[in-house]
């Protein structure tokens, strides 16, 4: 476990910025404590200061996992976000989209969002913006990218696709076993 290097840093807050903007610096300063970023094994994990020093006392061979895990660096030094940090990007998201009931499923199911299952899109989503995806009741399902902006969103035909799906909470089913 080891601190992120500039590269790493700049790749994963250029990620962040994109779903939370600059309430990035809120997930660094909490009210409970210091958190910062690790990585271990190409994985980005999210943790705080206090238990990050307790696993100083684990070898590198032996730790597995420590905090939250946020996303990981693909071969090409890509940074991907991964579901799990869902529920710390939920709290802090600038842009938001509801879904109706019949269009949950499709979009657990690891589908994009069409027109006809947009419940609400909030005011000012700029196209491929990062937006958190809700249903009606608030629960965070998953996060994608804007394929229309708000405007275009009121125009636009039924079935014409309005967000792209990156992640959802299926994904704890689909990919149980490779999710470590």
């Known amino acids: 476990m080891r601190p992120l290097t500039e590269e790493e840093a700049k790749s994963l807050f250029e990620k962040l910025a994109k779903y939370i903007g600059e309430n990035v610096k809120l997930l660094l300063e909490r009210s409970d404590g210091n958190y910062v970023f690790r990585y271990h094994k190409d994985k980005v994990y999210y943790v ?6 307790r696993a100083t006392n684990i070898g590198r061979k032996e ?9 990981k660096f693909s071969k090409t030094e890509k940074f991907k976000l991964h579901i799990t940090s869902l ?11 509801w879904l109706k009931p ?24 700029e196209r491929y913006d990062g937006v958190v995806v809700y249903n009606m009741n ?6 994608g990218a804007a394929a229309k902006s708000t405007a275009e969103c009121k125009t636009t035909d039924p079935n014409t696709i309005v967000v792209f799906h990156q992640a959802d909470v299926g994904e704890y089913l689909r990919a149980e076993s490779t999710m470590s």
Request: charged share 20%; no cysteine; proline share 2%.
């Open 48 to 53: 705080s200061e206090d238990i990050m020093k």
């Open 63 to 71: 730790l597995i996992s420590l905090g939250t895990m946020f996303g």
């Open 87 to 97: 529920d710390f990007i939920s709290s802090y998201a600038k842009q938001k989209v």
């Open 102 to 125: 019949g269009a949950e499923q499709q979009f657990l199911y690891g589908n994009n969002v069409t027109k006809a299952g947009l419940g609400r899109i909030s005011a000012g989503t």
């Open 138 to 143: 608030d629960l965070p399902l998953g996060f």
